[in-house]
């Protein structure tokens, strides 16, 4: 089949992706009724082989939290960057997708988001992993309570830089152009994509990277004030908001470090749980809310 190819060279740099338009307001597109729980939930490990431990914890996290619940969301990021699914061949690749094979074998649904680092995750990784795709955002129903999964990137919206950017990476024929480069060029191009989003962080105030709250509110009111969980920030904590006179929460799951860190839900409570308490400092507190710890 002939594939447009677009040169790397003529990738448009980040700095290129400007936009003052709203962003168009976060949908739920994808619903997972009644997993069987507990169900646990994590984000942002950013695997790589860079970070041995990182994925070693990952492993004893497949092998043993996870066997024992009943499902496991991981909602993006779950690679440190992901250039296809033609890269399934690496050998760090393949192990990370031999162990989530090992665990939907065993009988845990595993179910996978992608974030802005493993954007391009799909069916080829889903059919080697076992993981079930999920698009973002999605929700899930126990019942009358409601959770909405995202990555969270997408309600980040106070930053238009970055929403143009991620625009732009999810747009097909960029995409289609991307992967029709070979898998060096393309790592290389994510190394210098990373380097030049690290500088554009440096340059940019925090609150303009973290979800806009008015973005959260609309979402809130507009799917009757459910749960909201997302990572992406790297900001762990449990907000609270009042809103029309209606209780709702927002998860932040932590990224992870050298150790698994994951929120468990066993159909009515949350806890936060950690292979290797006691829980960082960072988790404990923020303006508007503590985390659950148990
Ligand atoms: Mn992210």
């Known amino acids: 089949m002939f594939q447009k190819k677009i040169s790397l060279s003529n990738v448009p740099k980040l700095s290129e992706f400007t936009s003052n338009?709203?962003?168009?307001?976060?949908?739920?597109?994808?619903?997972?009724?009644?997993?069987?729980?507990p169900v646990l939930f994590v984000a942002d490990l950013?695997?790589?082989?860079?970070?041995?431990?990182?994925?070693?914890?990952?492993?004893?996290?497949?092998?043993?939290p996870v066997r024992q619940?009943?499902?496991?969301?991981?909602?993006?990021?779950?690679?440190?960057?992901?250039?296809?699914?033609?890269?399934?061949?690496?050998?760090?690749?393949?192990?990370?997708?031999?162990?989530?094979?090992?665990?939907?074998?065993?009988?845990?649904?595993?179910y996978f988001m992608t974030g802005n680092r493993d954007l391009l995750a799909g069916?080829?990784?889903?059919?080697?992993?076992?993981?079930?795709?999920?698009?973002?955002?999605?929700?899930?129903?126990?019942?009358?309570?409601?959770?909405l999964l995202?990555?969270?990137?997408?309600?980040?919206?106070?930053?238009?830089?970055?929403?143009?950017?991620?625009l732009q990476v999810r747009n097909h024929e960029w995409q289609a152009g991307f992967l029709a480069q070979p898998l060096d060029a393309r790592r290389k191009f994510i190394e210098k994509a990373r380097e030049q989003s690290e500088a554009?962080?440096?340059?940019?105030?925090?609150?303009?990277?973290?979800?806009?709250?008015?973005?959260?509110?609309?979402?809130?009111?507009s799917y009757?004030?459910?749960?909201l969980i997302h990572g992406h920030t790297h900001r762990p904590a449990r907000h609270t908001y009042l809103i029309d006179g209606h209780h709702c929460e927002r998860y932040v799951l932590p990224d992870w470090r050298d150790h698994a860190v994951w929120l468990a839900f066993d159909g009515s409570e949350f806890s936060?749980?950690?292979?290797?308490?006691?829980?960082?400092?960072s988790l404990t507190q923020t303006e508007e809310g503590s985390f659950v710890s148990t």
């Open 21 to 37: 338009d709203a962003p168009a307001p976060v949908r739920v597109t994808d619903v997972v009724t009644a997993p069987k729980v």
């Open 46 to 64: 950013h695997l790589t082989d860079k970070r041995p431990q990182t994925a070693a914890a990952f492993s004893e996290f497949l092998s043993g």
């Open 69 to 110: 619940a009943g499902s496991v969301f991981i909602l993006g990021d779950l690679f440190e960057y992901w250039v296809g699914d033609d890269d399934t061949g690496s050998a760090f690749n393949r192990s990370i997708c031999e162990a989530l094979r090992a665990t939907v074998n065993a009988g845990t649904a595993v």
């Open 123 to 147: 069916q080829g990784f889903a059919h080697v992993s076992g993981v079930r795709l999920l698009a973002d955002m999605v929700s899930v129903r126990f019942g009358t309570r409601t959770l």
């Open 150 to 166: 995202s990555h969270g990137d997408a309600l980040c919206t106070d930053d238009h830089e970055y929403q143009a950017f991620r």
């Open 200 to 221: 554009a962080k440096s340059g940019k105030r925090a609150e303009i990277m973290d979800v806009s709250a008015d973005a959260v509110t609309n979402l809130l009111r």
């Open 224 to 227: 009757t004030y459910p749960t």
């Open 272 to 281: 936060v749980c950690s292979a290797q308490p006691p829980l960082p400092a």
